[in-house]
T-cell receptor
């Protein structure tokens, strides 16, 4: 398994659906991140987990709910999304207090209809 | 507050030309890290380089080179003899000393034509 994997790679959902994005890292890291990349906007940090504890929530609406059951897995639960939430959602991981470089997964391209 | 500016929105070059992507940053920290990432059309951000604020030595890796100048708060990236496969969006990023919060620039779209 390589680096950081994300599933699904593409997702289309209606505004009333509930779905989850999954991220898994195979690098032995202890921190994981969710980023949002919208068209014509800089990459936005959404959530940070250090040692499974959430340490950053960058004013993200409650319709996005993260979950980090262990240092290797990170989920983003989605419910009642809006069309403006359509974006590329990127997961990353790093080894805090050591190398600290964030390595990214391939992303999930989300379309909300 | 930390900020990264990539003033070049899009650059087009012909294959084998050299191209420099500019990055200017702002931070009040004395210890910080600078990064470059490449995002090909597939979407994944590929890590290229990490530099800490105490290491101003320029770096060369194959056709890639980086020029870090604290005096001008710049961390520019040069691709020598560009190739079509270099076509991508390139992001410069900055993090404070604990490395958790990456602040990205808006990115520069590089198009290399054959």
């Amino acid at each position: 398994e390589t680096g950081v994997t994300q599933t699904p790679r593409h997702l289309v959902m209606g505004m009333t659906n509930k779905k989850s994005l999954k991220c898994e890292q195979h690098l032995g890291h202890n921190a994981m991140y969710w980023y949002k990349q919208s068209a014509k906007k800089p990459l936005e940090l959404m959530f940070v987990y250090n040692f499974k504890e959430q340490t950053e929530n960058n004013s993200v609406p409650s319709r996005f709910s993260p979950e980090c059951p262990n240092s290797s897995h990170l989920f983003l639960h989605l419910h009642t999304l809006q069309p403006e939430d359509s974006a590329l959602y990127l997961c990353a991981s790093s080894q805090v207090q050591r190398e600290e470089t964030q390595y990214f997964g391939p992303g999930t391209r989300l379309l909300v209809l | 507050a930390q900020k990264v500016t990539q003033a070049q929105t899009e650059i087009s070059v012909v294959e084998k030309e050299d191209v420099t992507l500019d990055c200017v940053y702002e931070t009040r920290d004395t210890t910080y890290y600078l990064f470059w990432y490449k995002q090909p059309p597939s979407g994944e951000l590929v890590f290229l380089i990490r530099r800490n604020s105490f290491d101003e030595q320029n770096e060369i890796s194959g056709r890639y080179s980086w020029n870090f100048q604290k005096s001008t708060s710049s961390f520019n990236f040069t691709i020598t003899a560009s190739q079509v496969v270099d076509s991508a969006v390139y992001f410069c990023a900055l993090s404070e000393k604990n490395g958790n919060k990456l602040v990205f620039g808006a990115g520069t779209i590089l198009r290399v034509k054959s």
